[in-house]
């Protein structure tokens, strides 16, 4: 093969945990480095390189493996055969795309790695590259994750109340499940810890966060790690603008229903649709559904619903047909073009973080009804942190019933509404454009680290 002639100011290989919740951010941060210099491949399993539709635009595809080529984290025995599996098959196969690429002339400097993948670092440098991890929860839940990992945290909980050193005070709810459920998820848990067996080797830390909207926790985690805040992740054309047409994340595992919604959505008036998604992975409880389905439909607003092909029949018996004339119910829709639509009131989602995020730079108030991980300290934060939605409370039953959702729902659309989370979306819209935009908070963070990466 010929060698390709080194053009480009350094090349970086971006390793995401393969779900749509860390492609989407990771590959977004790759378009940023590539639009500074850089030169980038997005390294994925061979297992979801075979479902991903779309365009990664100027972002090379390269495959590696995760050990269940044929059907990925289904096809493993457990979660912990998953990532153990993932660990030995990854290293080696991810060892092998960096020399393949060293032989085609365009080397690789550099190794960003999901915190879910830490043993990305150790191959990095056994090679003697550059390792960067790339953070795609909140710094605050990080930190929390930190304080376990490090026994500063201990479990299970003794008191009601936490306070975790950089963070406002906590009620046990409000941390991530698997710290306040301890035991409920061993598998997830021990992942969750592990982010940081071998942080103080890492170079570089990237968080998907940006510094006005976590400042006091960035301040304290980067006392303790070379971090540094790079988002928000969404593409371009949502934000600064600098990105040419960067309009999408670009690569989707199931395919959005774009005509079909964004027609519907042009027919409702300003303001009167709520936009309700639990995310590309939760398996909600069939009698979680039901209440979702039935909240909506009682908060008496227009709703778009997504429920993907495998929670469909969750819903109750002829819902969609019932209740045609207010909602549409769809598997997958464009997101980001959903929530940047005059017809958005609201948003009820699980509070993933990249919802979370989408729908704050996009200033549409919230109703977060968190299931797990991260999601209820996403939504403490939504309520009482930024003040930018409402957080609909589970009974002791751990299901947010439909009087819950409607009440929450009808406060934030209500034609009183909630002037003040109104106010605070718009804020936190204006801040997380500026934080990207030309010499913003994370601008000046991916800048620094392209330009010492080409130095090097
Ligand atoms: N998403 C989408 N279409 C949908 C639902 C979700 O494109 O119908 C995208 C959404 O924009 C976000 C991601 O899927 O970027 C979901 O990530 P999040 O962290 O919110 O939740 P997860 O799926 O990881 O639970």
């Not at 039901?290 to 008496?300: F, K, M």
């Not at 009808?410 to 989370?421: A, H, P």
């Amino acid at each position: 093969m010929e060698k390709e002639k080194r053009t480009h100011k350094s090349h970086c290989i971006v390793l995401p945990y393969p779900s749509q919740g860390h492609i989407n951010p990771m590959l977004q941060f790759s378009k940023r480095l590539v639009h500074n210099g850089a030169k980038v491949t997005l390294a994925v399993t061979c297992f979801i390189s075979k479902s991903l539709l779309g365009d990664s635009g100027p972002i090379t595809i390269e495959t590696i493996s995760d050990g269940y080529d044929e059907g990925g984290f289904a096809q493993a025995e457990s979660g912990a055969a998953y990532m153990e599996r993932f660990r030995v098959v990854g290293s080696e196969t991810l060892g092998s795309l960096i020399e393949k690429l060293k032989s085609s002339g365009c080397p690789v400097d550099c190794v960003v790695y999901d915190a879910f993948l830490p043993w990305a670092l150790d191959v990095a440098k056994k090679l003697g590259l550059v390792g960067a991890v790339f953070f795609t929860q909140s710094c605050t839940v990080n930190n929390i994750h930190y304080h376990v990992h490090q026994g500063m945290l201990t479990l299970p909980l003794s008191e009601p109340e936490v306070v975790v050193p950089g963070l406002f005070p906590l009620q046990a709810c409000d941390l991530p499940s698997l710290v306040y459920l301890y035991g409920s998820y061993p598998d997830f848990f021990n992942m969750i810890v592990n982010q940081f067996s071998n942080i103080e080797k890492v170079d570089w830390v990237f968080c998907n966060t940006f510094y006005k909207l976590e400042e006091k926790v960035v301040d304290w985690m980067a006392k303790i790690c070379p971090l540094r805040t790079i988002g928000p992740t969404l593409p371009s054309a949502y934000l600064d603008k600098r990105l040419g047409d960067d309009k999408d994340y670009g690569l989707n595992m199931l395919m959005p229903v774009t005509g079909v919604c964004m027609e519907w959505l042009d027919s409702k008036p300003n303001g009167s649709v709520v936009y309700a998604s639990y995310g590309s992975f939760a398996k909600l409880e069939p009698e979680q559904m039901e209440e979702v389905a039935w909240g909506l439909r009682r908060s008496n607003a227009y709703f778009l619903m997504v429920v993907r092909e495998s929670e469909q029949a969750k819903l109750p018996q002829n819902f969609k047909e019932e209740t045609a004339e207010k909602g549409l119910v769809v598997s997958w829709c464009p997101q980001l073009e959903v929530l940047a639509h005059r017809a958005l009131g609201c948003f009820l989602t699980h509070g993933g973080w990249n919802s979370t995020l989408e729908a704050l730079s996009l200033g549409v108030p919230m109703v977060v009804a968190p299931l797990w991980i991260d999601q209820p300290t996403n939504a403490k934060c939504v309520e009482d942190v930024w003040g930018i939605g409402l957080r609909a409370r589970a009974d002791d039953k751990g299901i947010v019933r439909r009087e819950v959702l409607e009440d929450c729902i009808g406060k934030v659309m209500g034609s009183d509404g909630l002037k003040e989370i109104k106010n605070n979306a718009l804020k936190w819209k204006n801040l997380a454009r500026e934080a990207v935009d030309e010499g913003g908070s994370s601008d000046k963070c991916i800048d620094e680290f392209v330009a010492k990466l080409t130095a090097s």
